[in-house]
Nanobody, 127 residues
Framework: QVQLVESGGGSVQAGGSLRLSCAAS????????MGWFRQAPGKEREGVATIDRGGTTTYGDPVKGRFTISRDDAENTLYLQMNNLKPEDTSMYYC?????????????????????RGQGTQVTVSS
């Protein structure tokens, strides 16, 4: 049984930083296809970042240069370091894992393709 448990969300002022964590069980972050997506009320899911088994990363344009996705294979944990946060980053952030070997760009564009997701962690950025 795959479980993804996010943590690290919260409220910050614009320009601040947060680091999200996603502890995985029943799924190997080292050998999988993982990523983060976000969804705000009334809006569609938006891919934020992905990382594949080879360590290749992809980022959505709104977060490029500000967010960094990484993983700790020993801890089987995925991370999302978010710097220079903006009010438009306010959203529920979800950790997700895929079963198919699609490219990071495909998972980024279509986060509904992930097989598993966590319960989400709220990020609120005030101006």
């Amino acid at each position: 049984q795959v479980q993804l448990v996010e943590s690290g969300g919260g409220s910050v002022q614009a320009g601040g930083s947060l680091r999200l964590s996603c502890a995985a069980s029943g799924y190997s972050v080292r050998n999988g296809y993982m990523g983060w997506f976000r969804q705000a009320p009334g809006k569609e899911r938006e891919g934020v970042a992905t990382i594949d088994r080879g360590g290749t990363t992809t980022y959505g344009d709104p977060v490029k240069g500000r967010f960094t996705i990484s993983r700790d294979d020993a801890e089987n944990t995925l991370y999302l370091q978010m710097n220079n946060l903006k009010p438009e980053d306010t959203s529920m952030y979800y950790c997700a894992a895929g079963s198919a070997s699609w490219s990071g760009w495909k998972y980024l564009a279509r986060p509904e393709l992930y097989s598993y997701r966590g319960q989400g962690t709220q990020v609120t950025v005030s101006s």
